[in-house]
Nanobody
Framework: QVQLVESGGGSVQAGGSLRLSCAASGYTYSSYCMGWFRQAPGKEREWVATIDSDGSTTYGDSVKGRFTISQNNAKNTLYLQMNSLKPEDTAMYYC??????????????????WGQGTQVTVSS
């Protein structure tokens, strides 16, 4: 049974930083894609960043240069370092897991496993 548990969300002022973590268990594919997505109230879920089992990454245009996705395979943990946060980054952030090709699909709908989310609020 795949479990993804996010942590690290909170409230921060604009310009600040947060690091999100996602503890993964039960996902046994050697080739995989892990990602972060976010959804603000009344808006479509948005692609934030992904990383595959080879370490290749993708980023949404709105976060490029500010956010960094990484993983610690020994700890089965995914991270999202968020710097220079803006009020428009306010959203529920979700961790997701899929097959390696999902990293290049362009659609969050292809990811089969999701965490419960962690809230990030950025005030101006």
């Amino acid at each position: 049974q795949v479990q993804l548990v996010e942590s690290g969300g909170g409230s921060v002022q604009a310009g600040g930083s947060l690091r999100l973590s996602c503890a993964a268990s039960g996902y046994t594919y050697s080739s995989y894609c892990m990602g972060w997505f976010r959804q603000a109230p009344g808006k479509e879920r948005e692609w934030v960043a992904t990383i595959d089992s080879d370490g290749s990454t993708t980023y949404g245009d709105s976060v490029k240069g500010r956010f960094t996705i990484s993983q610690n395979n020994a700890k089965n943990t995914l991270y999202l370092q968020m710097n220079s946060l803006k009020p428009e980054d306010t959203a529920m952030y979700y961790c997701a897991a899929g097959r390696i090709w999902d990293c290049y699909s362009g659609s969050w709908r292809n990811f089969g496993y999701w965490g419960q989310g962690t809230q990030v609020t950025v005030s101006s």
